[in-house]
């Protein structure tokens, strides 16, 4: 129901495709009343359940677009009607959904840009005001970043404890079951290798970007956050990333063949430096004996109790 803002439409038609769900349209020409009522009608003749109204953005203190979404509401009478705020505006946020619940008595609010403001403390307000929930919350630009809103979670961040929950569902959603098994086999044979240690990267780069994670981790305050070079961070994994794909497999399995004339090779095929090439065998050898330490005696009978309760 956007027909302002140039492209929406096909941008929207963009975004449907990709996650394999239709969209219903009529143009730019067409008044968005008309177009929610046609909408409905369509999904009810297709057995299309819910149908998502996607209205135009606009100011609180716009009457006619605000009676637009009066007259919407009066013509489709929707089960839900869920603010966008942007979480980065502060009480500009709080501001306008205060007008828009006087107005439209709506029934939820979705925070956008959670992940530009890590405390995150607009939210309190806009519940406080609106005496409505905040059902979810956007922290990031791809698909998989609007999640459902926890307000404990909320106020662990906002007091400085992290959101050691949230981390360990994102955890549960990426890791593959199968593959952490195995992996647990080949710690306990001392047959964990740079394929291996490959794989746990893009385990932990599916989680979300390195400053997310670090802001899920208590004891992390907004300061300190600022104060890491995450971008700087981002780069080094993506190295690690091209060093190891730059390695022969033979070369992956058994890191003590690397000898100087190899890690030449590899640097230039990784676009690195010899001395980043140096620095993650090291790492890696510091992983392999702590590995070692994993293998034996109480750590293996800790990680197969571990596995037994899973």
């Not at 006087?102 to 890590?118: M, P, R, Y």
């Not at 998989?144 to 404890?161: C, T, V, Y």
Request: with cysteine.
């Amino acid at each position: 129901c956007d027909v302002y803002r140039p492209a929406a439409i096909k941008q929207l038609e963009v975004l449907g495709k990709q996650i394999q769900v239709p969209v219903f349209s009529m143009g730019a020409d067409v008044n968005p009343v008309t177009i929610a009522k046609e909408a409905v009608a369509h999904a009810i003749k297709h057995g299309n359940d819910p149908v998502i109204l996607d209205t135009a953005g606009r100011l609180h203190i716009d009457e006619q677009l605000m009676d637009e979404l009066a007259n919407i509401k009066a013509e489709v009478n929707p089960t839900e009607i869920l603010l966008v705020v942007d979480a980065m505006t502060g009480q500009d946020a709080v501001n306008v959904a205060k007008s828009f619940n006087d107005q439209l008595n709506i029934t939820g609010v979705i925070l956008s840009k959670l992940d530009g403001d890590t405390r995150g403390g607009a939210a309190l307000s806009v519940k406080q005001v609106t005496g409505k929930p905040i059902k979810y919350a956007s922290v990031g630009e791809k698909l998989s970043d609007l999640e459902q809103f926890h307000p404990d979670r909320m106020a662990s961040r906002i007091l400085g404890m992290g959101d050691v929950l949230t981390l360990i569902d994102k955890a549960q959603e990426t890791i593959d079951e199968k593959k952490a098994q195995e992996l647990e086999e080949k710690i306990r044979k001392q047959q964990f290798d740079l394929d291996d240690f490959l794989e746990q990267f893009k385990q932990i780069r599916k989680m979300g970007s390195f400053s997310q994670i670090l802001g899920m981790l208590p004891g992390i305050d907004k300061k300190m956050l600022e104060s890491v070079d995450t971008e700087e961070n981002e780069k080094k994994m993506l190295h690690i990333e091209a060093i190891i794909q730059s390695m022969t497999q033979e070369e992956r399995r058994k890191p003590s063949i690397i000898g100087a004339s190899r890690k030449v090779r590899i640097s230039k095929g990784s676009g690195t430096r010899v001395q980043d090439v140096n620095q993650l065998l090291k790492q890696f050898e510091q992983m392999q004996k702590m590995m070692k330490q994993l293998s034996g005696g109480r750590q293996a009978k800790m990680l197969k109790r571990l596995r037994k309760r899973k």
